[in-house]
């Protein structure tokens, strides 16, 4: 029988692209999942369509916020009530291969991996291709992952009966780096399939975008809570942008 995958989907005001998402994660090959969307207190039509596809399919789940807390936050809910051996993140606007959960976890099972992560390549607002991919090494450890970030969430998926239960930092950027550091502490091992299995939206007014307001929470990430001291945290920062800049994105 498949273990059972968590999806873990934090959503605010995505109405424009939640449908695509839950139905990329409903045309997966591989059927033992749930998928718990948590939204944040939208003031779109998130909710109702995210409930029109619950009455559908009961694997996807629907928590709703009280407040309004970011992302970090609704992850950390998410993975709190997670009943499965394995934890996937998909945000509300991203999307995914259809067989992206099926080659991952065949891979974890059979190679006996905790964390793997995939190659994605980047999506306008309307859903087309920018010719744009991540490229990834193929064995991750803490050390490198200090680095850079070489995970893009929506490709990572980690064995959570295994490691445990590990929350994010509560920052406003860079809580999934936060988390992915942690856990990879605890893997046994990292590997990265060298393929496209996702889709990373790039959205005109997103947080991600701003580049700069990502410095300050990166900071205080590795030096507050990783605690790596300030001028090894800033020359870690440079090495990011640095790797960011010449290796990350491939044309084509």
Not at 75 to 91: F, P, T, V, W
Not at 207 to 235: C, D, G, M, Q, T
Request: proline share 2%.
């Amino acid at each position: 029988m498949e273990p059972l995958v968590s999806i873990v989907t934090p959503n605010y005001n995505c109405e424009k692209y939640i449908s695509e998402t839950i139905k990329s994660v409903l045309n997966q090959t591989y059927k033992n999942w749930e998928m718990l969307i948590i939204d944040d207190c939208s003031l779109d039509n998130s909710i109702k369509i995210i409930e029109d596809y619950i009455k559908k399919d009961s694997r996807i789940k629907l928590i709703k916020m009280k407040k309004n807390s970011g992302a970090a936050s609704c992850r950390n809910i998410a993975i709190e009530i997670s009943k499965g051996k394995y934890l996937a993140y998909l945000d509300s606007d991203d999307l995914w291969e259809e067989r992206k959960l099926e080659k991952q976890i065949n891979y974890m099972e059979k190679e006996n991996v905790d964390f793997t992560y995939s190659e994605y390549t980047h999506i306008d607002e309307n859903g087309n291709s920018l010719n744009l991919k991540a490229k990834i090494p193929k064995k991750l450890n803490y050390l490198k992952m200090l680095f850079h970030c070489f995970t893009g969430c929506l490709t990572v998926i980690y064995n959570q009966e295994k490691i445990g239960k590990i929350y994010g930092p509560n920052i406003s950027k860079s809580n999934d780096y936060g988390l992915f550091l942690q856990v990879i502490k605890k893997a046994n091992k990292a590997r990265g399939l060298k393929e496209n299995l996702a889709y990373y939206r790039i959205r005109k007014n997103s947080i991600s975008r701003n580049k700069w307001k990502k410095v300050e929470p990166h900071l205080y990430l590795l030096n507050k809570i990783e605690n790596i001291n300030i001028f090894a945290s800033l020359f870690l920062i440079f090495t990011n942008v640095l790797i960011k800049k010449i290796y990350k994105y491939e044309r084509g």
